[in-house]
Every structure is written in structure tokens, then in C-alpha cells.
């Protein structure tokens, strides 16, 4: 105590401690509830079986001597059967158990209570099943004793317009055993201009739009710091008004040699492949799709004690409708600037 007066630091220091009130603000200020643009650009559906199957097909490629002379009988069978695929159903939970003292209390913005922690798991739910949608997971079947069913990423279910590392291998549908199989990336190597322009003329030739390229925010910022060099040169200033000019340091569209206009987007929860390796992708939202056997809910479970629990789940597959209609650069060295 000072000489002449009782202080803060007197009472702050009274044993147990202290006698002043906490002055703790009644708001939480939580900056990871950030979008989902993978789960945003899908369209939804819904399926009613663990395994969901659809069938790709696509036309003969056009020949130049189709001429028959007149009056000729049919001597050949032109008919085509498409290819048949399947997916496994994953079931991804999250699991709240909240006191009746914890729920009964006064916590600070109200994080002890079993609302509060619904909310907060739900949207943790969202980010798992965005971060495994974009993976190279194979697919599994399950069991339904110790094996999980697991839905096929992103990067399984591609395999024609797959630019890869040195000695990569492409992942893809296998017809005998009914899965999808895991890509290798391959050697690390640096993002190049070329290597974009090829993937995007590759799904272009095979009739694919794509609108977005999605990829992690290095990678994005490598390519968008490239295209500001000498070779790839764009303006970096605009005039709005006579007394107002604006710096683009960035850039978020890129126009295709063949008349495509799509976005460049970086996923914030897209996970790398490995410690600074990850993957582009190129995609034609038509054919992407989000599909569940059971939708997102929350159910209670059976009260045991002085306690309530919460089990929120989602039953849900992901489907590349026709996987020639994207594209992916995989093995990007996010650390190594981007080249022409």
C-alpha cells in the first residue's frame, strides 16, 4: 500500500485474489468463421443408398470421312454405352456435452452454454467436410464394424486433365474394384503460366467451362505477383475520379485464350498436399456436386447425469459428374515464384 492512499495494485493484490471485478468485455471475437467457397460453388443433391453411383459418357470424336454410297444397307452398330462410377457415403460428427452448472452460469458471451456450443461445432463440421471434399482422399466402403465409410476428394476422382510432379501418378476410378484411388503428386516443382494455359486448353478441348481456378492463398498470390512482372505486365493503376486514383496490387480474373473468363480463388481451409506443396484446381461448377444421404442436424442424446449432450452429423458423398470437365496442377512448391 502506498503511503498515502489504497491503489489498484493494493487491491488487485488481496489474497484470494484480489477484490476488483474482472472488466472482461461480453463479446467473443472469433475471426476463423471464414467462408466455404468450395461448398458454395456445388450444387446439392441427395441420394438414398451409402454407395451413390452415376454414369459419364461422352460423343466419338468427329471424323472427316463419314460418306456412305447411296443406298447402301447399315452394316455397323455406331451404339455406346457410358461409363458407370460410384462414390461411398461419409459420415462425419461432432459431439457437445454441457453441465447443467456450466449451462446455468453466467459465462462470458455465453460459451458454456449448450447453444453456444452447437453453433460453434456445427460450423466445424462444415470446415471438415469442405477440407475433405478438396482432398486426394480415396474412397472406401466401410464396413460397418471398424472401417469408415469415406467419400472420394476432389483430386481421386480426377485423372485426364492432371498436370503432375516428376514421377506423379493420377488417381481415377477404378471399374473392377469400384473405387477411387488416391493421386501421387509427385516432385514438387514451380507453378508455371504454360502449365495453366495447358490444363485450361486440356478441359476446354474436352468440352469442359471452366469458371474458377481454386487454390491455397500463397499459391494465389505467387501467380497474381507474376502476372505483375515483365512477363506477364498488367496496369496497376486506374483513375476512379479526377482527384482519386486506386493501386490494384492484385489480381482475381484471368481471360482465357479461348474466350473464358474465369476467377482466381483462394480457399483459406483448402489443406496442403505436404509441408508447402499443394494443388490448383480448375473448375466447371456444372459438374460438381455436393449429396447427402442425411442432411446436417443436431439430435440430443440419452441424459446419464447431470449433464446434456448434443451429437451433430452429416451423411454426404461428393460427385465429379464427369471428371474431364475439370482440371488440377498438382505438386506446386507454394515457396517457389511462379515461372512463364
Known sequence: MSANNLDHADADAKAYGGVIREDVMNKIWDISNIPLPFTNLLSKGTHTNRRTEWTEDELKDPV???????????????????????????????????????????????????????AQRQKELRRD?????????????????????????????LKTNVSLGATGTVGGFNTTTGLFVAPTPGTPRALSETT????????????????QMMARPA??????????????R???????????????????????????TIKLVDNRLQLADSAGVSTAYFLDAMHLEQSFLSGY?????????????????VEYSFKVL??????AIMAIDETADVVA
Do not use: C, W
Not at 300 to 313: F, I, R, V
Open 64 to 118: 472427316a470421312t463419314n460418306a456412305v454410297v447411296d443406298g447402301a444397307d447399315v452394316s455397323q452398330n455406331d451404339s455406346a454405352l457410358g461409363t458407370r462410377l460410384g462414390n461411398y457415403t461419409q459420415i462425419s460428427v461432432k459431439e457437445v456435452q454441457v453441465s447443467q452448472s456450466a449451462e446455468a452460469a453466467n459465462s462470458i458471451g455465453n460459451q458454456a452454454k449448450m447453444s453456444y456450443q452447437v
Open 129 to 157: 467436410v469442405e477440407v475433405q471434399m478438396m482432398s486426394h482422399q480415396a474412397s472406401v466402403a466401410g464396413d460397418g464394424n471398424t472401417i469408415a465409410g469415406i467419400s472420394a476428394g476432389l483430386g481421386a476422382q
Open 234 to 260: 498488367v496496369a496497376t493503376m486506374t483513375n476512379d475520379s479526377p482527384s482519386e486514383k486506386t493501386a490494384y496490387g492484385s489480381v482475381n480474373v484471368f481471360v482465357t485464350d479461348f474466350g473464358q
Open 196 to 211: 495453366i494455359r495447358d490444363i485450361l486448353q486440356m478441359v476446354y478441348e474436352e468440352g469442359g467451362n471452366t469458371s
Open 219 to 232: 499459391v494465389i498470390r505467387k501467380l497474381s505477383e507474376y502476372l505483375f512482372t515483365s512477363a506477364a
Open 322 to 327: 464427369n471428371e474431364k470437365s475439370q482440371g
Open 297 to 313: 442436424k443436431a439430435v440430443p442424446l440419452a441424459k446419464t447425469g447431470l449433464s446434456e449432450k448434443k451429437l451433430m452429423s
